[in-house]
């Protein structure tokens, strides 16, 4: 990513920015309005684009800023049945840093699965390559944006 671990983890994380270049969902919240989860926050998640009828409910089994989050979907949402995914950031040499997004997803319903699962697989693996194109785009104009309010905001120790 050509910005920051810390830069990139708050443009994911922070809702103010998300919703201007995430294309995987229409509208996060984390429960009680916090601006960013927590480890045990729970976050309401409606799709975008194409995906705009998919919704879920994850809670953050990990969130140490700026290095590592990691949520579970609680219960389930057509077509998944599981979904758990974390992030990793690491600084790279250039000064940017390098995400690694592992996920899990098992589709649903089960007597379905040997036909819905490789079609979930493909979709949500071809929307995430997009997603974080997009998060690199944003990141490419608008980093400077995200760092000066990061100075603002975490020297405030908000």
């Known amino acids: 990513m050509p910005a920051s671990c810390e830069v990139v983890f708050d ?3 922070y809702h103010q920015w998300r919703w201007r270049w995430d294309s995987l969902v229409s509208h996060t919240e984390v429960d009680g309005s916090a601006p960013c989860p927590y480890v045990g926050a729970v976050s309401a998640n409606a799709g975008g684009g194409l995906l705009r009828a998919l919704s879920m409910r994850t809670e953050f089994v ?3 800023r ?3 989050a990691a949520a579970r979907m609680l219960g389930t949402s057509f077509p998944f049945s599981r979904w758990a995914a974390s992030m990793k950031h690491e600084p790279a040499a250039d000064g940017g840093s390098i995400l690694i ?4 997803i098992e589709a649903g319903p089960r007597l379905l699965r040997w036909l819905l699962e490789p079609v979930v697989h ?3 693996r071809r929307q995430t390559v997009k997603r974080f194109e997009r998060m ?3 990141l490419s104009s608008n980093a400077f944006e995200v760092e000066a309010w990061q100075r603002g905001y975490h020297n405030a120790g908000l």
């Open 122 to 124: 493909r979709v949500f």
């Open 136 to 138: 690199r785009a944003f």
């Open 66 to 68: 700026p290095r590592l």
């Open 101 to 104: 997004y592992t996920y899990n």
């Open 62 to 64: 990990s969130y140490q």
């Open 11 to 13: 443009v994911f994380h």
